[in-house]
């Protein structure tokens, strides 16, 4: 595998992001609607380093969802509960039901990313393991089930941080783990080269060189609906219900 320091960064135009992004999100809205309607279920899984851009990439790829249909999971650290638990226990209880798409802002891989930074995990090959069995029984399950890394190169993390601690409004968004992450920069990128590595397995990472928020999103989103239409064939949404239809023109059309 390529290391990520050879990692090319490629940009996309404010008006062909604009263009692509507005199909793209019409069509995973027609997607989410026919997951709903048929029953099924899927799991997205987002990673990256802190400034990464995985919150912006949500926001815009889940703007016109069904948010009945909807569940995002911002991942922090276990509470006092989860502590007690196996540590993937907290991620069962997130799983979708049927109609669901349960999305996972950060995930399962902590263990094998913060876990093993910061907290120094020794018993990383238990861990991946693991992973790997929880994965396939959600295949084995008819679970679609995605994952993006997006990634950033050391002075890009640097400047959307910096940009953090600049903007009142986005103080928020600066915490002192995204400090200590940027200064662990090459351990982060070890491991995420690991995790590239090691646990594509069962199901692939869609590498995502993120410096550029246009081209990120937008090719991010295009890795998605191709995975969806390879799992769940075309969109199959059911038609309306004619007594419904009747009822509602009638009511409605006075």
Not at 60 to 67: G, H, I, V
Request: proline fraction near 6%.
């Amino acid at each position: 595998m390529a290391s990520l320091d050879k990692l090319t960064y490629p940009s996309l135009s404010k008006p062909d992001y604009q263009r692509q992004m507005d199909a793209l999100q019409l069509a995973l809205m027609s997607m989410q609607l026919s997951l709903f309607r048929n029953r099924q279920r899927a799991v997205l899984v987002v990673e990256g380093p802190d400034g990464a851009g995985k919150g912006g990439l949500l926001r815009r790829a889940l703007r016109y969802m069904d948010p009945r249909s909807v569940r995002v999971h911002p991942t922090g650290a276990p509470d006092e509960r989860e502590r007690g638990q196996h540590y993937l226990q907290r991620f069962w209880e997130r799983l979708p039901k049927p109609g669901q798409i349960s999305v996972f802002d950060r995930s399962w891989y902590g263990r094998l990313l913060i876990e093993r930074v910061e907290n120094g995990l020794h018993d990383v090959e238990r861990a991946r393991r693991e992973i790997a069995q929880f994965e396939q029984m959600l295949i084995d399950d008819g679970i679609l089930l995605f994952k993006i890394l997006l990634y950033i190169d050391e002075e890009t993390q640097r400047q959307r941080l910096l940009a953090r601690l600049n903007n009142p409004e986005k103080h928020w968004k600066l915490t002192g783990s995204d400090l200590s992450a940027f200064q662990r920069y090459a351990e982060y990128q070890s491991a995420f080269e690991d995790l590239l590595e090691y646990s594509s397995s069962p199901v692939e990472w869609h590498l995502i060189p993120a410096n550029d928020k246009y081209y990120a999103r937008v090719h991010a989103m295009q890795c998605v609906q191709d995975a969806w239409l390879a799992h769940f064939g075309a969109p199959a949404v059911a038609p309306i219900d004619p007594e419904f239809e009747q009822r509602a023109r009638i009511l409605l059309e006075r």
